[in-house]
Nanobody, 114 residues
Framework: VQLQASGGGLVLAGGSLNLSCTTS????????LGWYRQAPGKQRELLAR???????VYADSVRGRFTVSRDGSKNMVFLQMNSLKPEDTAVYYC?????????WGQGTLVTVSS
């Protein structure tokens, strides 16, 4: 599975961004799609996942501010990010879990300025 993330950029604190990730496989065949981020000097962390059946999971740090969604007709997964904070600055990655393997996109940089 090939993943292509986009939508990152520079935004002021309190602002919003919508990240997109295009997959090369029909997302109906993917067990879970997720968004992760990695800030400088920190480990990669899970932000949100959307399961094949539609159930969503969020990290405490983003619950209520970020929303994960998908479009099966376009094989895309999205991450709507609102009320952004400087500590949200990181490289954001999309991820596909097919049970047999895990795939990563190339990452898109999000910078939140205070």
């Amino acid at each position: 599975v090939q993943l292509q993330a986009s939508g990152g950029g520079l935004v002021l604190a309190g602002g919003s961004l919508n990240l997109s990730c295009t997959t090369s496989r029909n997302i109906a065949s993917i067990n879970a799609l997720g968004w992760y981020r990695q800030a400088p000097g920190k480990q990669r962390e899970l932000l949100a996942r959307i399961m094949r059946g539609g159930r969503t999971v969020y990290a405490d740090s983003v619950r209520g501010r970020f929303t994960v969604s998908r479009d099966g007709s376009k094989n895309m997964v999205f991450l709507q990010m609102n009320s952004l904070k400087p500590e949200d600055t990181a490289v954001y990655y999309c991820n596909a879990d097919t049970i047999l393997d895990i795939y990563w996109g190339q990452g898109t940089l999000v910078t939140v300025s205070s």
